[in-house]
């Protein structure tokens, strides 16, 4: 089992391995006496995963109660948030007790988020169950719920007090699932980390799955531990976000964060070639990748419609917005845009407006 420390105001390890969902409970008890848990889960994860965690958890001495929500991004919602706030007081939930999130991105943000603000924050751990929230999500104290206005507008920061990560829960993914973790993997890669890139660019990462979601989550750690609250360097890990976010939006979240973050990728690179900041071989050398791993490389909205979308990313900071841009495959940029800006940028792309396309 690999270790990654992550170290934040509060300090906590991320736990890789094979078949340690079994041992849940005495990992868990070894940062935490035993006391009430509220499993967090959604309705598909529930049948796979849950009753082996629930059974661990009891094992290892914690009393054990389970909020089951409906699986999907338009359940990261307030009605969601509220029903998992009630429930945990209608079951006792007290300051010294503990959540549990099984799941992927959806359930980390919204146990994260009700762990922060229930009885003014009480712990939690997380348990993801797909590469997009092992590699991204479930490090790094982000939490938050969506609003009509946007994504991810309401939430805090609150970090886990441990983070176990089962790769073999991967193994049931739908490939279009992985591939949501493919993309902020790709993206790791884009970023800083030219070898990580190439393991996807040469087909080699599935096999090499702990090895990606280790390096992922040193990668995500080290921009934690320098800028635990986003206001500076931390901003790199948006890398494509901002159009991602957009198109999320824009299609009422039928298109999923990893697939937009796909997308939302090639755009700043087409910005970045525009700009003289990248060469067109690298810019088509990320489009490739992404297609090879199953991903969209385009999307039916217009630079406009993404602009405009993107005046209520929470980014924002008054008429200005940071885009990161790519300088190459392993080197990136912030670069200081004007909000108003955005929607010319994003139309100099030549994967807006378009049929969605994967090869």
């Not at 309705?43 to 009891?58: N, Q």
């Not at 409906?70 to 969601?80: A, I, P, V």
């Not at 229930?118 to 999500?137: F, N």
Request: include cysteine; glycine fraction near 10%; hydrophobic fraction near 40%.
């Amino acid at each position: 089992m690999e270790r990654v420390q992550v170290g934040a105001s509060k300090k906590y390890e991320v736990l890789i391995g094979r078949n340690i969902l079994k041992q849940s409970g005495e990992l868990i008890a070894a940062v935490k006496k035993p006391c009430r848990a509220v499993l967090v889960t959604d309705d598909i994860v529930e049948g796979l995963y849950a009753d082996k965690v629930e059974e661990s958890l009891r094992g290892a001495g914690f009393s054990v109660v389970r909020f089951v929500f409906k699986n999907g991004e338009r359940q990261k919602s307030m009605e969601t948030f509220s029903a998992l706030l009630d429930y945990m007081a209608e079951n006792s939930i007290t300051r010294t007790d503990l959540a549990i999130a099984l799941g992927g991105g959806v359930c980390g943000d919204l146990c994260g988020f009700a762990a922060a603000c229930y009885l003014r924050g009480i712990d939690y751990v997380q348990i993801p169950t797909t590469l997009l929230a092992a590699v991204d999500s479930s490090v790094g104290g982000k939490t938050a719920i969506d609003i009509t206005a946007g994504k991810n507008l309401v939430g805090a920061f609150h970090q886990p007090i441990l983070v176990i990560c089962d790769a073999d829960t991967l193994e049931t993914l739908k490939p279009e699932t992985f591939a949501d973790g493919a993309a902020e993997s790709i993206k790791y890669g884009v970023l800083t980390d030219a070898g990580m890139f190439e393991a996807f660019s040469s087909g080699r990462a599935k096999a090499e799955i702990e090895h990606i979601i280790k390096r992922a989550v040193e990668i995500k750690s080290s921009y934690v531990e320098q800028d635990e609250f986003d206001t500076g360097l931390r901003m790199f890990l948006n890398l494509g976000h901002t159009a991602a976010h957009s198109i999320e939006k824009l299609s009422d979240f039928s298109v999923s964060h990893g697939h937009a973050v796909a997308v939302g990728m090639v755009i700043v690179s087409d910005i970045s070639v525009s700009m003289g900041l990248m060469s067109a071989e690298d810019a088509r050398c990320i489009r490739d990748t992404l297609v090879m791993n199953g991903l969209p490389i385009s999307t039916e909205f217009d630079g406009r419609a993404l602009g405009e979308a993107a005046l209520s990313d929470k980014k924002r900071a008054g008429d200005m917005l940071s885009l990161i841009l790519p300088e190459g495959i392993g080197r990136c940029r912030i670069e200081k845009v004007r909000a108003g800006e955005l929607s010319e940028l994003f139309s100099r792309s030549k994967a807006v407006g378009i049929r969605a396309e994967t090869d």
